[in-house]
């Protein structure tokens, strides 16, 4: 049961004192600076594992579900912008239900989901089974018999796939096993961001047994998924600050950590802000986004507030809408086809069903009038959509 917080929130932060299921609105303080720690390091991952495969391994690992990354030329996550952004994050029970994120600045809404984490990362989205589950059901992996005979299925920890991974015994490893140690160590410290004390799930070490399988796993959904829910966990804790420090005066920092694949977001905040072009280079035509821009320097609060700055006429935030070259790529047709029809392979959609409307552009309200914020456009179908729908019945 959500709540109806316009007569209780006068500000929009304040925090129930027992949990509920309440719907926070909105940050009535969006300039308090914090200190985010991302959990998923990405940067550090790419440049311990690529300098240790040769040529050959290289060459192979571009082919599998993260070779993409190794042409990311900016896989640090930015911590102060992306708090910078989550101060204007808006809450309502139809974002929740959605799996969406929405922003209000300055009267201008804008949506961050699936859609654009697809768009930006080109993962393969699908039906898919979590992997993160069944802790204690045994692996009986033969991916660790061979490599880490020393340990089980349980015992096997993230720190030994780095130990082996930096090791001489790494050079002498046959190619499989080698993208297999590298994938799951990728995965699980640099997407995830779980700590190299905690152990592989046995349903992990069960997919890399099969590389076809691995290859074929809905990496998009599964990393959308697991990363929307600890960027859900953002929302109280700046709002539990603002409550119990920054209106007492209190001079104790906001600091709190983020879990997940937090890249994707950065890079929509960039593709979404004008701004942005004064502080991150971009590379016009690569595909998928994550690939084409790249950062000028680290970024600071105040410089994260200017670039979020709406009130600059040339900075007019727009929502994200797929190109005619990326309506045309398959993992976005295959996004299209599971959230449309829930379905995957080379059959065509049923011609019966009828697609959702598709997203808005952002669009000006008055922020005084809580009974205006609406953040879906009831006039229809955007024309990204209709021609993503065409490209859907020719190409697939």
């Not at 959990?39 to 993409?68: E, H, I, S």
Request: with cysteine.
């Amino acid at each position: 049961m959500y709540c109806d917080f316009e007569n209780v929130l006068r500000n929009g932060d304040i925090i129930p004192a027992k949990r509920t299921t309440a719907i926070f609105r909105r940050h009535s303080n969006k300039r308090t600076p914090g200190s985010v720690t991302f959990k998923a390091t990405l940067g550090t991952v790419m440049r311990d594992v690529l300098p240790r495969l040769n040529v050959r391994q290289r060459q192979l690992f571009g082919n599998t579900p993260f070779g993409q990354l190794a042409d990311v030329d900016e896989p640090h996550g930015d911590p102060s912008l992306v708090h910078a952004m989550m101060m204007h994050e808006i809450r309502s029970p139809r974002l929740i239900e959605e799996k969406r994120f929405g922003f209000d600045l300055l009267g201008f809404q804008v949506e961050f989901g699936d859609r654009e984490f697809c768009l930006i990362t080109g993962f393969r989205f699908g039906a898919y089974s979590d992997i993160l589950a069944g802790k204690c059901i045994p692996a009986n992996s033969a991916l660790r018999q061979r490599l880490f005979p020393a340990y089980s299925d349980r015992g096997l920890r993230i720190k030994h796939l780095r130990e082996y991974i930096l090791s001489e015994s790494f050079n002498n490893v046959c190619d499989e096993d080698a993208l297999a140690v590298v994938q799951i160590y990728l995965l699980m410290r640099g997407l995830l961001g779980r700590e190299l004390d905690v152990g592989i799930p046995p349903l992990v070490l069960q997919l890399a047994d099969n590389p076809k399988e691995w290859n074929r796993y809905a990496w998009g959904g599964f990393l959308w998924n697991y990363t929307e829910i600890q960027m859900r966990a953002i929302f109280p804790k700046i709002a539990y600050h603002l409550q119990h420090f920054v209106r007492q005066k209190s001079q104790k920092p906001l600091k709190y950590t983020v879990l997940g694949f937090m890249l994707p977001f950065k890079v929509w905040i960039w593709e979404t802000f004008p701004e942005a072009r004064e502080y991150a280079r971009y590379k016009r035509g690569l595909i998928p986004r994550m690939k084409a821009w790249k950062r000028n320097f680290q970024l600071t609060f105040h410089q994260c507030e200017m670039l979020l700055d709406t009130g600059l006429e040339s900075n007019h935030p727009h929502n994200m809408e797929p190109t005619e070259v990326e309506l045309q790529q398959p993992y976005y047709i295959r996004y299209m086809r599971w959230k449309q029809f829930g379905c995957e392979g080379e059959s065509p959609p049923p011609v019966h069903q009828t697609p959702p409307a598709g997203q808005s552009p952002p669009r000006r309200r008055s922020v005084d009038n809580p009974d205006t914020r609406n953040y879906r456009s009831k006039a229809g179908s955007s024309s990204s959509e209709a021609s993503s729908q065409g490209y859907i019945n020719k190409y697939i």
